[in-house]
């Protein structure tokens, strides 16, 4: 430090006025030097020195090359300088804080785990929520949807793909998208290379893959021709090509088999190409969509105009489609439009952003304990520093000291935060539940890192300043107090107490939401689905749907049943088989009836009413093998085509007749104005959860007999839940001829505790934040308890000396941290009431002011924060009366 000063005091700064001046007088002497060698040689003086003055050259040119020459000496003295005092900082910095590891390493790693964990988090909602799809101009991009424009309150809550004449009408005549794009996707069968295998399928037409900026990486696109032709034509997938087919070029022109429909292969498309959605399978094949199948739906994906809006894209679409109708050409049903970010479609995305204002939370606790252990640690150094001020250092060379070492520290802290962010992705990705596929495509993403790190290194920079800048205003103060106990300042101890009290806060906040999601998981774990998952199978015949364009889709779908029925012929005497019954729909799938709900006696509905109604297509046995009761009436006595019959659950019930018995009692769906037949009930079954306890159970539900089912039955297994059991059915299942059939056997107990897994992984992400915010308040509350014993050395050893029992200097130690954390709980259960309607949709059977959920995370952060003060109370009880007097 002195030679560095010594060194400055011997470098020549000179201003510019000082360079000019140095300037004229080296000239000058210059000048006069060769005028008198002239005159030496005989010249007249006045002659000398007019030859000097030619012989030198031009005044102004000389001037200004001198003064520039200076200018470049000072500024590379200045380089020189600034870089050799720096590497002086750094090593001191260095060494400085390796004689602190404790203090170094807690630092570092606070600012680590916040960098990391933000980080981890934040990558998450930046490739899921602001870019969820690779596409060009992707903030212009939009999903199409529809909803019925009336009545949807008695039945399921849910949109649906628009009809594909609207969707023709669409294409052709709307102005407000620059593109509007039809899309489908179903599960097919493989036939081509041995057994067959499951295969995903989306279906586009030419100008999707100049919609997502993509282009074949061998071939050709399908021409609109082949479109038109209903041509079978297919693009293959870029890792179908390379895993099955070796990457080989002359897979052009071969053909492959899907379902019952041979395709000849035209193009490779890249791996990238996605349907628009977060959690698209990666799609086997691309066939073209036949845009003439009136009778069904497609999705749509669109792209706004430049300068058009969601509202008047909106109002276009519905104009056009009332004009469709209106023609009598359309599908005869009015929906109403809505147009969604693509990011509306992730199924997590209110969890996710949860975790995201969770894990902001742990980042300013991180943030802020770092801020807390600079302020202390430079609070603790006064007396140095003020020693190497009045030795001759300069507050400035101080400064800048303190500040390196700040850098320093924020440095290492960044280092140790890119790792552990990409430790986090990794680890999120890898040990996500199957049922969260869209995590998979989370990678880390590095404008999140850098803003996340430039957040903390800010954090710990800006408060070494602060620290820095308070005590070269004590230099005086500092070096009049002891060597262990430094001037004492109450707004620096109301500064770090609020520190303090905003981690212990925040940390609250945390405590009672996690408690809140963890008995909300408890009660979903034990909540009553309405039957009984264990040792519950089903069989579906085949997962693949028959091919849109093919002829024999009636004869598809009567092979399926006729395996159905061979199945279960075969599972009646397997052993450990307890029951078996056919259901249109297995558990966790849904189907609904589109139009508008009558009940006899009741309010006939307004023609255009339409609501989405619950059902599904039953056996009588049905309710037996699934163990569901029935509360009111009984099973179904008429199974015949003609059969009038209903089961209601609950729900409807309740809705419709308001406690009355519902025996009797007819309903009927009108579609559009036209009334179908009268169907009674003769029966009530409680209310069932099918596609787990995360759905509401309490929806409306039809049941009719089984022979109302649009497609090929599944098949549920009763067992006694052994292992033999699952074992014998896949033995059976396995043994229907591949060619003719590929059944699939599915756990509804496996399936059920798949829908817990987002809320089981949220909840688990967010109690290790929690934790990890904890622990941070922890230190900084430490910290605080152990700087003020150090800062009340003396005090504390006069009164030991004076008699002072050593249980009431702990006990003030002690009551003074849990104050500070009361303080913190106080304010973080209030903002945590408030804030609690953001987890309400993430709660199931719990209050967002679940009060158990509140005690327990105070009790809990009051534990914590008295176990932070144990080992300051300890070292303020232990203090030597002698030595802390003599610190003086």
Known sequence: MIRS?????????????????????????????????????????????????????????????????????????????????????????????????????????TLGLGIGATTSVFSATSSLLLHPLPYPDADRVVIVQQQPSKGNNTGVNVSISPNRQVVSAWMSAAHSFQDLEPYDEKDGLMRTHGDPSPVHVAAILPSFLRFAGVRPVIG??????????????????????????????????????????????????????????????????????????????????????????????????????????????????????????????????????????????????????????????????????????????????????????????????????VVLAWVGVKATVGIRPAGLPELASVRLDGTTLVLTACIAVFSAVAFGVVGAVRTGRRTHDSLKAGALSTSHSRAQDRVRNGLVVTEMAMSALLLVGAS??????????????????????????????????????????????????????????????????????????????????EAEGGPVPDRNTMAFIGNNSVTPDYFAVMKTRLVNGGTFTDTSDTSPQVIVNEGFAREQWSGASPIGRRVRLDFHGHPGPWWTVVGVAQNVASAGPTEEGSAPLLYFPERYAGRAPALLVRTDGSKDAIAGVQAIVRSIDPARMHPKVFGVEAMLDRSLAQPRFV?????????????????????????????????????????????????????????????????????????????????????????????????????????????????????DPLTAIRTE
């Not at 590891?101 to 570092?108: I, L, P, Q, R």
């Not at 693949?544 to 009646?572: G, W």
């Not at 003074?816 to 973080?828: E, H, P, Q, S, W």
């Open 5 to 109: 000063d010594v060194r400055r005091l011997l470098t020549l700064k000179l201003r510019r006025r000082d360079w000019e001046r140095e300037v004229e007088d080296e000239i000058r002497l210059h000048l006069e030097l060769r005028a008198e060698s002239l005159a030496g040689q005989g010249m007249p003086a006045d002659r000398a020195t007019a030859e000097a003055i030619r012989r030198f050259g031009s005044l102004t040119e000389a001037r200004a090359r001198l003064v520039d020459a200076a200018r470049h000496r000072e500024q590379r003295m200045q380089r020189v300088e600034f870089w050799s005092t720096a590497r002086q900082d750094l090593a001191f910095a260095v060494r400085t804080l390796g004689r602190n590891k404790t203090w170094t390493a807690v630092a570092v790693l």
């Open 220 to 417: 050709r696109v399908f021409s609109a021709s082949e479109v038109a032709a209903h041509a079978p034509v297919l693009l293959l997938g870029e890792d179908a090509w390379r895993t099955r087919f070796g990457s080989d070029p002359a897979v052009l022109g071969r053909a492959i088999t899907i379902d019952d429909t041979a395709y000849a292969i035209v193009g490779v498309v890249p791996q990238v190409l996605r349907v628009p959605s977060v959690a698209a399978k990666p799609a086997f094949a691309w066939t073209p969509l036949n845009m003439a199948d009136a009778g069904r739906s497609a999705d749509v994906v669109g792209r706004l105009a430049r300068g058009a809006s969601v509202g008047t894209a909106t109002r276009e679409l519905e104009s056009i489609q009332a004009r469709v109708l209106t023609r009598g050409d359309g599908p005869g049903v009015s929906f109403t439009t809505i147009l969604l970010d693509p990011s509306r479609l992730l199924s997590f995305r209110q969890s996710l952003v949860i975790l995201t204002w969770a894990v902001a939370l742990v980042l300013l606790v991180a943030c802020t304990n770092v801020a807390h252990l600079v302020l202390a640690r430079t609070a603790s150094r006064g007396r140095e520093l003020a020693i190497r001020t009045a030795i001759g250092a300069s507050s400035g060379r101080v400064f800048r000291q303190l500040l390196t070492e700040s850098a320093a520290l924020a440095f290492a802290g960044g280092i140790l935060g």
């Open 516 to 597: 809140l999601l963890v008995r909300s998981v408890i009660h979903l774990q034990n909540a009553d689905l309405g039957f009984d998952p264990h040792g519950l199978y089903a069989i579906e015949t085949g997962i693949a749907e028959p091919a849109q364009d093919s002829a024999n889709t009636a004869a598809l779908a009567q092979d399926r049943r006729n395996v159905a029925l061979e199945l279960r012929e075969r599972l009646q005497h397997a052993p450990h088989v307890k029951g078996l019954t056919f259901s249109g729909l297995r558990p966790s799938t849904m189907s609904f009836m589109i139009g508008a709900l």
């Open 763 to 879: 909840t688990m992400l967010l109690l290790a934040f929690t934790a990890l915010a904890t622990v941070l308040a922890a230190i900084g509350m430490y910290g605080v308890m152990a700087y003020g014993v150090a800062q009340r050395t003396r005090e504390i050893g006069i009164r030991i000396a004076l008699g002072a029992p050593a249980a009431r200097i702990g006990r003030a130690v002690v009551l003074r941290g849990a104050g500070l954390a009361v303080a913190g709980a106080v304010v973080g259960l209030a903002v945590a009431g408030v804030a609690g309607r953001v987890l309400q949709s993430q709660l199931y059977g719990v209050s967002a002011h679940d009060p158990v959920s509140f005690a327990a995370g105070f009790a809990l952060l009051f534990i914590i924060a008295v176990l932070a003060c144990v080992a300051p109370t300890r070292r303020a009880v232990r203090i």
